[in-house]
């Protein structure tokens, strides 16, 4: 693959944002034990996480406090959350650490390099993608994380019957959503548009803020069908 078809545009930006000393020591303590580096080769999830089990994968964690107490009511589940700001990811590091959990693991890179270069196909049973930035301004609309190309990625590596669960606070980006992930043949929506908050997604703090702003907050949740 040449470099021009490598090339995508970036649904983040890289922002020098402070990193406290408590998200840098456990950075540097627990990447080492918990955190999976970039290399495109594709993961024997697995081996990853040392057991045969459910695997979900997290798209943007923020800082970690969702995925952790999902990870903790769900032990029989893995989850590989990837995040690229440093702070979000000593965060969850922080958390893995305090809930003694075993099964997480972290991708500290570009999602969209993660999935492609080493997510095996039909390898999980569900992704999460919380809060994505929504880009509110029309002319970064492009930047958006769910476009068709990236959830055609996503829907290729679920299993037949996996899950897509995407939320957002933002109106017209939850259309959005519901247009993308509808129009992918590999996916159909589980409700007649937007779904009720499934049990096991915790109220986040981006939620209530979204709730307190009177935003509404809404779930788009796709299955992988079994057959096209």
């Given amino acids: 693959m040449n470099l021009a078809q490598r090339e995508h545009i970036r649904s983040f930006v890289l922002r020098q944002g402070r990193v406290t000393q408590a998200q840098q020591r456990h950075h540097q303590e627990g990447m080492p034990l918990w955190g999976i580096a970039y290399r495109p080769a594709l993961l024997d999830l697995d081996g990853v996480f040392g057991r045969a089990a459910p695997k979900i994968l997290e798209i943007g964690f923020g800082m970690g406090e969702t995925t952790a ?3 903790a009511a769900h032990p029989e589940n893995d989850y590989l959350g990837i995040e690229v700001h440093t702070p979000g990811v000593g965060g969850l590091l922080k958390e893995i650490a305090a809930r003694n959990l075993t099964n997480v693991r972290i991708v500290q ?7 492609r270069d080493m997510i095996p196909l039909a390898s999980l049973a569900g992704v999460q993608v919380f809060f994505p930035d929504p880009w509110p301004k029309k002319r970064h609309h492009k930047r958006r994380l769910l476009q068709p190309p990236l959830v055609h990625l996503l829907a290729e590596r679920l299993l037949p019957g996996g899950i ?3 939320a957002t606070d933002w ?10 992930l509808g129009a992918e043949p590999l996916l159909q929506n589980t409700a007649a548009d937007y779904a009720a908050r499934p049990a096991y997604r915790p109220q986040t703090k ?4 979204g709730l307190r702003l009177g935003h509404g907050v809404r779930d788009v949740v796709f299955v992988r069908r079994s057959r096209v």
Avoid at 109 to 115: I, N, S, T
Avoid at 206 to 209: A, D, I, W
């Fill in 109 to 115: 890179h570009d999602a969209v390099e993660v999935l």
């Fill in 171 to 180: 109106e017209e980006y939850a259309q959005q959503m519901l247009e993308v």
């Fill in 69 to 71: 107490a999902i990870a």
């Fill in 164 to 166: 897509l669960h995407c």
């Fill in 206 to 209: 981006f939620e209530s803020r």
